[in-house]
Structures are given as C-alpha cells and as structure tokens.
C-alpha cells in the first residue's frame, strides 16, 4: 500500500529544532554559564522519589520501574519503597558527608503517604523538585490538557504547601511529556524544567505563558540507565561517571562554565553493596577544585 503524500509533508524539516521552543545553537558558541568565583563546573545532583501504585494502569506506557508481575505485585512494589523508607537516607548521608545538597524530585502521592519524607529532605536542606502525581499519571502526546492541569497543580499544591519551599523546579515522571507540558508548568510558576536531556548547559525555553529554564539532567549518565538497562557493574558506572565529570572539566577550561549532572535513584544506589560506589564517586569530586554545587532554582538565579 502507497504511502499518502502528506506522510512526507513536513512543514519544520531543515536546518533547525522542529518546534518553535528554543533556536538552534552551537554548545560552543554560546555564552558559557557564569559560576560563583569562576568555577568550571555546577555539580547538580537530581534524586527522584518515586511512588509506583501497586495496580498502575500501565497507560499509555509503563514507566521504568512499574509493576511487572499479577496484581499484587508486592516483589517489585516493595523493591521500590526500598528506595523510599531506606535508600534515600543513605544518598541523604553521604551527601552531607561531602556537605552536597541535591535537587531531590517528589511525586505528591509520596507526600501525602509519608510526609516526614519530605520533611526530612527540607530539613536536610535540599531544593525540593515536583516530579508529578504518581509514576502511573503520566504526561504524554494527546493527553486531555485539563488533566494534565490538573495533575500539574496538584503536584505542586501538595508539594509547597508542605515543604514550605516555593518548589520552582519541574520533572514529570519517567521524564515523559506532552507538547503542552512546558506551557502549563510555565503557568504553574515554575522557572526550571528537568526532561530534556539534549544539552550540557541550561538553556531557556520560550512558552506562550512566559520563559522557563531546561536544565540538563543526564538520563545516560544514571544508576538505571548504567546499572539497571544496561547491566553494567557498579565499577563501570563509577568510572563512566568520573570520566564524565573530567571531560567536562576539560572542556570547561577552554569553554567556560558547564553543568555536571548526576542523576541517582534511591531504591539502585541507596542499597548498601551500591553506596560505596557513590562514596567513590563524591570523594573523587570533593577532592577536586574550582566546582560549585548549586541547586537548580540558584542556577535559574545565575541566568537571570
């Protein structure tokens, strides 16, 4: 059967972005980011708290991490409450051990669950990311915008109205978005979104309901993608991550300020075999200089 002309009728095709979001740019041309006391790099560390309903609808797509087996699924349920009774004191520890504070993303169901969570992360004193509803109310291409509004506000009501922070920051679940949903977190009032992972500076983005912040959360260089998709040894994951970290700071020294980000779940990492692995990693950075670790809202400050 032919294909209809109009398949191959494709208004944007060219030189360009194929949405009217961002221009093109050149990383190496652009400005660099202009850090406190000229540092090389941002060292922004992102920790998602994820809550999986133990009977997710699984629509349009199951989200990494979803259940698997027959309802109850209590195996896979309880491997990711790990993450979120124990994993996450452990990140939390070793984090204050290096005096790092991270952009820790939170699904309100696990607000209204267990909010001692939360406050334990502000109290810590981390900038607290909304990461949606829950890792089954997903955003995606075609979905009803009132539902998406809806999912958007409550996320965020529930979010600042316990956290006591003004929860500017954005990461929908499973980094899934529909083409409105920049649009609709700009006219929440948040100024950073974390789903794009195509740059290694922020970049801004302009939205009919005012300009917002992409900020580069790695999603290749994460626990899940290295340990858990690509089944790769807690030593291969450090040692990705450091040559990260190195090349980044290479380059930096030529063009100016970049952005190191290191996305870490806690039901991967926070397991005790895992956490010397992340220790490795944070003692390496510590020992470094010319860094800064700035959470996401401070670096939407350094562009404003």
């Not at 539902?147 to 316990?162: D, F, G, M, N, Q």
């Not at 450090?238 to 190195?246: A, C, K, P």
């Not at 870490?264 to 956490?275: C, D, E, N, V």
Request: aromatic content about 12%; proline content about 7%.
């Amino acid at each position: 059967m032919p294909l209809d002309d109009l398949f191959l009728q494709y208004p944007k095709r060219g030189h360009h972005m194929d949405h009217d979001l961002y221009a093109w740019s050149n990383l190496f041309e652009r400005p660099p980011l202009q850090l406190p006391n000229g540092a090389k790099l941002a060292v922004m560390i992102t920790i998602p708290l994820e809550f999986f309903p133990l009977n997710p609808s699984g629509k349009p797509f199951k989200a990494p991490g979803s259940m698997v087996t027959p309802y109850p699924d209590f195996r896979h349920y309880t491997t990711r409450d790990y993450g979120n009774r124990v994993g996450i004191f452990r990140l939390m520890n070793v984090l204050e051990k290096y005096g790092l504070r991270a952009n820790i993303a939170i699904n309100s169901a696990l607000v209204e669950k267990y909010p001692i969570l939360l406050d334990e992360v502000v109290k810590a004193g981390h900038e607290v990311v909304a990461h949606g509803v829950d890792m089954d109310a997903l955003h995606y291409g075609g979905m009803d915008k009132e539902l998406e509004t809806k999912y958007i506000t409550e996320a965020l009501s529930v979010l600042r109205s316990r956290s006591g922070q003004a929860v500017k920051g954005w990461l929908s679940p499973a980094f899934s978005e529909s083409f409105d949903t920049p649009t609709l977190v700009a006219e929440a009032g948040c100024t950073f979104i974390c789903d794009w992972a195509n740059d290694d500076l922020p970049y801004w983005m302009k939205t009919p309901q005012g300009n917002i912040i992409a900020m580069p959360v790695s999603q290749e260089l994460s626990d899940r993608r290295i340990i858990i998709e690509y089944h790769q040894t807690e030593e291969s994951f450090v040692t990705q991550v450091l040559d990260q970290f190195e090349a980044l700071y290479e380059e930096a020294e030529t063009y100016g300020g970049r952005v190191f980000s290191l996305t870490l779940t806690p039901y991967i990492s926070g397991l005790p075999f895992r956490l010397q692995a992340i220790d490795t990693i944070l003692k390496y950075i510590s020992s470094k200089n010319d860094w800064v670790n700035p959470t996401g809202t401070e670096i939407v400050d350094l562009m404003s």
